[in-house]
């Protein structure tokens, strides 16, 4: 029976599920988006938020170690210390949002991405089609 048990599997063994959130939390934290199934990344949304929140407290020391526990990277943890405390500072929570995409052409898996708040845009430049020129048949 899994009374009182809410957290949430992901279809995978505990240890294997921890994994990766683990992963996609530090991913998430370096590269403040992501683009994953829209289940998991609202279960990621808690943890990233949870983590910017730790590195936001007044004991630098006590937060590196928190961190820790969830991140894999170094650089992860240093970013949060270093830049998102400073960039979130005036915001008490909901650093992140869940924005959906649509469906994964594979299986038909709801996607989302998963993005920091007030993160720089990336640049991706859309080249306009090239028009070619119809050919008319002479008959």
Sequence with gaps: MRHRNHSKRLARKPH??????????TSVLLYERIRTTKKRAQVVKGVVDRVIAIGKGKKQDLAIRKINQYVF???????????????????????????????????????????????AEPVTEVAAPKKVPSKKISA
């Design 73 to 119: 990277d170094d650089n992860a943890c240093r970013k949060v210390i270093e830049v998102l405390s400073k960039r979130y500072a005036g915001r008490p929570s909901g650093f992140s949002r869940v924005v959906p995409v649509g469906t994964r052409g594979g299986d038909g898996a709801l996607l989302a991405d998963l993005i920091l708040l007030d993160a």
């Design 16 to 25: 294997q599920s921890r994994l990766m959130l683990k992963n996609m939390v």
